[in-house]
């Protein structure tokens, strides 16, 4: 059975540059998440959505990234004029409801 | 929302030993993961666990939600159990969950 896959699995990054990180999620799951990790400051949320709902944008400057969910088990996450700091692993997690999370192997960022 | 403390924050085995992790959280959750990441940054979930104790292979896990903390115990080390150890409580409400990471605990096993 498939897992969660994430792609590109890097990519470098001009800074001011758009950058969109897909998720194919597992078929049947319902709630998605987007998490950003950083060496040192554990990983964080980035939103969640259940079905295509957007939920939650706490985190890092919310006006920059957005998440798309144009088929239930697909996601993408757009970062808009990437900065510096926006250099990380950026993973992408589903579940069924109230059940365990299932993470993809992660989108590695650079930005330069 | 909730924090999450996990200690120690590194940690070097010989091989063979064995160790705990700790993790302590603010806040009731609704359940609790641990999570693996490898030299090579892939997540593998070890335990669901929202109480009590489990158990697989070397590996086992309690979590004593009333007080609020989770330990992770690992049995005669190997050199492919380095990596990082990340405690995961997921509190919320309505039918969906959200996941809080510690910064994990930075394992490594010399041979």
């Known amino acids: 059975g498939a897992g969660v896959s994430q792609s590109p699995r890097y990519k470098v990054a001009k800074r001011g540059r758009d950058v969109a990180l897909r998720c194919d999620s597992i078929?049947?799951?319902?709630?998605l998440y987007w998490y950003r990790q950083t060496l040192g400051q554990g990983s964080e949320v980035l939103t969640y959505?259940?079905?295509?709902?957007?939920?939650?944008k706490s985190g890092r400057p919310s006006g920059r990234f957005s998440a798309e969910r144009p088929e239930r088990s697909v996601s993408t996450l757009k970062i808009q004029r990437t900065e510096q700091g926006d250099s990380a692993v950026y993973l992408c997690?589903?579940?069924?409801?109230?059940?365990?999370?299932?993470f993809g192997e992660g989108s590695w960022l650079t930005v330069v | 929302g909730i924090q999450v403390e996990q200690s120690p924050p590194d940690l070097i085995l010989q091989e063979g030993a064995n160790s705990t992790l700790r993790c302590n959280f603010s806040?009731?959750?609704?359940?609790l993961q641990w999570f693996h990441q490898n030299p090579w940054g892939q997540l593998i979930n070890l335990f669901y666990?929202?109480?009590g104790t489990k158990q697989n292979g070397r590996l086992s896990a309690t979590t004593v939600a009333t007080e609020r903390y989770s330990l992770l115990y690992i049995s005669s080390s190997q050199t492919t159990d380095s990596g990082v150890y990340f405690c995961?409580?997921?509190?919320?409400?309505?039918?969906?969950?959200?996941?809080?990471f510690g910064i994990g605990t930075k394992l490594q096993v010399i041979p």
């Open positions: 997690a589903s579940s069924l409801l109230k059940n365990t999370i299932y």
């Open positions: 078929s049947g799951h319902v709630t």
């Open positions: 959505s259940q079905s295509d709902a957007q939920r939650d």
């Open positions: 806040d009731s959750v609704n359940n």
């Open positions: 666990i929202p109480s």
């Open positions: 995961a409580p997921t509190g919320g409400s309505g039918g969906y969950q959200k996941v809080t």
